[in-house]
């Protein structure tokens, strides 16, 4: 079983930036795909970014392309969000998932973390 545990969440002024942590535990992370997803309340989780379990292929959201860049540590089983540039609409509930199949695209995600919260103000 893998627990994930996200942080780095928080207020920040239109234009600022974050970086998200998700620590994984478990010996298996450097084989996993990791992801990031978002919710706002009362719409459906959405996609934001993911990468391989070697890090060399990453995908994105159109949404956050050129502002967002996703990164591991797999000696530390962490796996990073920086978030540039944020905007209003990047408010939301940030979710990290595991995926056992290690390349991306992701067809499935096996595990999830509880989230972090992201308020960006205008």
């Known amino acids: 079983q893998v627990q994930l545990v996200e942080s780095g969440g928080g207020l920040v002024q239109a234009g600022g930036s974050l970086r998200l942590s998700c620590a994984a535990s478990g010996r298996t992370f450097g084989s996993y795909a990791m992801g990031w997803f978002r919710q706002v309340q009362g719409k459906e989780r959405e996609f934001v970014a993911a990468t391989s379990w070697s890090g060399y292929s990453t995908n994105y959201a159109d949404s956050v392309k050129g502002r967002f860049t996703i990164s591991r540590d797999n000696a530390r089983n962490t796996v990073y969000l920086q978030m540039n540039s944020l905007k209003p609409e990047d408010t939301a509930v940030y979710y990290c998932?595991?995926?056992?199949?290690?390349?991306?695209?992701?067809?499935?995600?096996?595990?999830w973390g509880q989230g972090t919260q992201v308020t960006v103000s205008s």
């Open positions: 998932a595991g995926a056992r199949w290690g390349s991306v695209p992701v067809p499935k995600y096996d595990y």
